[in-house]
């Protein structure tokens, strides 16, 4: 209950301050990223041109960096954007799409982690492992060993989190059939969402815009990355209960943006499922 | 009312002749743009790279510019494209996203309206006067400085829209909570839409899609801005009117596509604000 | 009614396997191609750096080469993985978007073809036919040379379908008012689909993703080109029949998604209008 307050504070205060979140990300989910982020009250900007990325930053509230579309000029972008942001004190989120994929993913992931102070990173367990160096074999980018047990995380997963987030000097959100939210110390679980999301692309790079919204709206990186991922699934989860028969993942991605668009307070604290561990 | 009747033309001749127009464009908002472009009854092609852009705008019917994801690269295709249409009276519609917000930006965009003579631009304010080298400060690409005064447009922002259009000898749409459309010597104001749309991403890259798609149907550059203007307006006003009551901007932008698709000169004359000043 | 039972059989496979269709592809229609290949119920990766594709593609099912927003770094990503798709027996299958329209894409599109083993090639007739050599003008990559005639596809065309598919040793789906398959022996009609699907973006590129989770998934090249092709015929024509009359191709493309999500055996055996000739 707690947390939901929290959360409902950092909604409100989003929709007050309408941070600007610059976006380095990929051509797949872009524009899905972009309508959250508007959807929530927040002001997206896409640019990831090396001649402009750290100008454009320095206006904006908060930078999310997303390894989607990877492609080598881009990463120079994303670094130089990065520690524009860093020397700003200008919150960088990171989502390490696809990393343990490809060394080359790996690779860049684990770069742009040790060269940039990273507020908050959000991936599913195999990119959260691959990133700390963990040999894992991720199978495409939309899917994921998700979280086991449908009863609760097991507390292995929980000391890796925390050892994530103290090595890395990081908050580290990972996303699955529940999600852990930890900055070493504290240890957020949430259990809303639906597994139908899963089959929509990109609701992990829109889960990742939402925290940017959050950070760029002077919400610390452990309460802003929980109310993203919390929104994320409390949207997925009141959009699937709105969904008739014949409905499924495209109306269930126009309801997802519907729902964050008149998200209430009280739709937070009647469906919020927070557990703090 | 003469001018809704212009419009429902422009409407019959895009359906009649079915233009082909290119767009040199941003990956945020391209599938949109696509999207709306065949919903009038154009039909859209999308190509950027240097070693086709001469060729592809041979066979279209306009060409829309579109700065929304600038890369480098893509800028001389920009260029090339834009001369060859210049060559073939092509009529060529710049939409300069986020003028203004980097010096980057806007001084690609100035260099595109010195090199490339350009039928229509499209922006919101901040981009016109960036364009127009008033020193503004542009947050992100979907947010404006909106048009003061529900009541009508203050005759300076007239005087400016008009200069504008007389320096670079175009037309120029400004968009926004009301919309200004001029040669330099008539000018129209629009007062369709709905103040939502600004939450839905590519709003402004859409407009300039039906414009594109106006002046490829062998419409003049002041109607076709007009009738692409007022469009978009209509069809985000009609489709508001009908969103129920849980629907927000993800059922928005699947609405203003329908309507599009089944747009009537009726709705155009039902729904159309346009006055001539 | 033996086809349409191999092609309920090929989509309980992509449901059980769960294939990683690997896509280099276009940011027009990327997420739509995403979008529908988790809802047909596999998986996706859109990767393009020459860094990663050999990488990306080893642990793909199958791969997806589109040609749609061509450019020339990528272009040496798709030889790249489509010589290690090669190598690995990976099922390759090429989209030539807009081959015929530049001279620069059908020349893409032909070293393509010459230099890798393609599983199947699905296009509009123009492309096709660009493919082959016949010299004709694409009026932008949505539209194409339909197929004539309500009544039956002319025998022209099927010889030169089956000639197209023995010359280049392949598989040819050519889609448009009715799809022809045919591995140069084999040759099969599909008369789903609506006229409002060439309405909408992308859907020739979701028919090749379809086409690519079905060869993923251990179906043959002939009979995953013919599934894939009757899949969104099928889809577009369930959606259509379940528009209201306000709705248009904004709605039609939502539909097309929840109705592959659902898709039954029973959908299948209903509605496919699947003749071999």
Known sequence: MEACYKISRA?????????????????????????????????????????????????????????????????????????????????????????????????????????????????NLS??????????????????????????????????????????????SITGKMDIITDGKRLYIVKNGHEMLSRITGTGCMCTSLIGSYLGAETNSIDGALAGVATMGIAGEIGYNRLDKDEGTGSLKVKILDVIYHLSVKDILKWGKIYEV
């Open 11 to 123: 909604l409100q205060s989003v929709r007050k301050l309408k941070p600007l979140v610059h976006h380095i990300t990929n051509y797949v989910t872009a524009n899905d990223c972009a309508n959250i982020t508007l959807a929530i009250g927040a002001s997206p900007v896409m640019a990831a041109d090396i001649c402009e990325v750290r100008d454009m930053v320095s206006h904006a509230n908060s930078l999310v960096i997303n390894l989607g579309t990877l492609d080598s000029r881009t990463v120079e972008s994303m670094i130089e954007a990065g520690k524009r942001a860093n020397e700003l004190n200008i919150p960088v989120i990171l989502d390490p799409v696809g990393a343990g994929a490809t060394p080359y993913r790996t690779k860049i992931a684990r770069e742009i982690i040790d060269t940039i102070e990273v507020a908050v990173v959000r991936g």
């Open 127 to 172: 990119e959260i492992k691959a990133l700390y160096g963990i040999d894992i074999q991720t199978k495409g980018v939309d899917s994921s060993e998700n979280l086991s047990g449908d009863e609760d995380v097991p507390s292995y997963l929980k000391v890796f989190a925390m050892d994530f987030a103290n090595q890395f000097h990081t908050v580290v």
